[in-house]
């Protein structure tokens, strides 16, 4: 069954430091989406990407934050300069159809640890 | 008006037990409701999900109940197992897009 990949699966970086969180969506979805989640709390959207551009993106997504899908198949989010409170699980999203008209499948998430 | 609230926040059912976790929403134009179960250290995964335009809908033991009037929805976890432990979450969109969260409920089914 196709799923959502991430790498790495726990990331540990430096405050202030660039990171670039990776994910391979499901091959024929055409949406991509990235949520955050810190400890203990609720899922948070970020950003979705559709057409190779930011089709919405929340107040949490700051100029730090950057999206890009350099090829066919990787979504990536960098982080310029990571603070403190980034610290989270990063999961990236897909979904099919042509207006992102099905159901949101979830990677494993990626660890952020920002020391 | 995007929040989705979510209650209880946590629940502890005997095994066999029915699990009942609930959602309220305040946005009249969302139009798909979803309910995403996690465990530790995982992705959410999508579990069952339902439209507005029905009332209730069921797969396997799991059955979502929906009233629109109210604005409110729920999952029912009949005949719950061990392995049903996990962390449940509601969220609702609009058309298919960003899904809005609610708090999440940690369920225990005691064996």
């Known amino acids: 069954e196709p799923e959502v990949t991430q790498t790495p699966s726990h990331q540990v970086t430096q405050m202030g430091q660039e990171v670039i969180l990776r994910c391979v969506p499901i091959?024929?979805?055409?949406?991509f989406y990235w949520y955050r989640q810190i400890l203990g709390q609720k899922v948070e959207f970020l950003v979705s990407?559709?057409?190779?551009?930011?089709?919405?993106k929340s107040e949490i997504f700051d100029d730090q934050f950057s999206v890009e899908r350099p090829d066919g198949s990787n979504f990536t989010l960098k982080i310029r300069s990571t603070k403190l409170e980034d610290s989270a699980m990063y999961f990236c999203a897909s979904s099919g159809g042509s207006r992102g008209g099905n159901e949101q499948f979830f990677g494993p998430g990626t660890r952020l640890t920002v020391l | 008006q995007q929040q989705v609230k979510q209650s209880p926040q946590s629940l502890i059912v005997q095994k066999g037990g029915i699990s009942i976790i609930n959602c309220a929403y305040e946005?009249?134009?969302?139009?798909?409701f979803p309910w995403y179960q996690q465990f530790p250290g995982k992705g959410p995964a999508l579990l069952i999900a339902?439209?507005?335009?029905?009332s209730e809908k069921k797969e396997g033991r799991f059955t979502i109940s929906f009233n629109k009037s109210a604005k409110q929805f729920s999952l029912h976890i009949m005949d719950s197992q061990p392995g049903d432990s996990a962390t449940y979450f509601c969220?609702?969109?609009?058309?298919?897009?960003?899904?809005?969260f609610g708090t999440g409920t940690r369920l225990l089914v005691s064996p």
């Open positions: 990407f559709y057409n190779n551009e930011i089709s919405e």
């Open positions: 946005n009249t134009a969302f139009d798909y």
């Open positions: 339902i439209r507005p335009d029905v």
């Open positions: 091959s024929n979805h055409l949406y």
């Open positions: 969220a609702a969109s609009i058309d298919f897009q960003k899904l809005v």
